[in-house]
């Protein structure tokens, strides 16, 4: 029996912020606000995502080169904050995205991660993490480039996640 949790705006808040301070993630671009973390409003980050980059204009075509270049401004903009520009994460805080078996294990998983976020301990190249993963939401265009590009940049995988896949996601969930 699978178990799926999923909390409110403000427990991730507060969980993020901690969970980042304890990680020892970059929080020295905080402006002082107790929800905004790397310049970031974290009591919206389906917000954020979007924001940095704008949801795909409708009828945009979303090919696999359109994908990348959108997940790697996606990635540099809020997921280096953790998990680092090279992807290897902090050492017993923050698990890597570079050749991760957990990340490439299960397309599902993933994408939920992404849209709901995690605090759940996870395993990732035989070592555990518990930390939280903040959700980073956004629409399904958004999702989908940013677990394109982390799948196929760091993780050297062919294929792309698509914006259908997303949407049935988000639906079942």
């Known amino acids: 029996m699978k178990m799926k949790l999923l909390l409110g705006t403000a427990a991730i808040t507060a969980a993020i912020a ?100 995690s605090i759940t301990p996870i395993t990732v190249n035989g070592k555990n993490y518990w930390n939280v993963m903040p959700a980073i939401g956004g629409a399904d265009g958004n999702v989908a480039s940013i677990l394109t590009y982390v799948r196929n940049h760091f993780n050297g995988a062919a294929d792309s996640i698509s914006e259908d896949e997303v949407m049935k996601e988000r639906m079942q969930m």
Do not use: W
């Open 18 to 117: 901690f969970g980042a301070v304890l990680a020892g993630c970059d929080t020295s671009s905080n402006t002082g606000s107790s929800n905004d973390m790397h310049g970031m409003d974290m009591t919206d980050h389906t917000h954020n995502m979007d924001s940095l980059i704008g949801a795909p204009p409708a009828g945009m075509v979303m090919t696999k080169a359109v994908m990348m270049t959108r997940g790697k401004t996606i990635f540099e903009g809020i997921c280096t904050h953790c998990h680092q520009a090279d992807a290897k994460g902090i050492v017993d805080s923050i698990p890597p995205l570079l050749n991760s078996d957990f990340l490439m294990a299960d397309r599902r998983r993933s994408m939920q991660i992404v849209m709901y976020g």
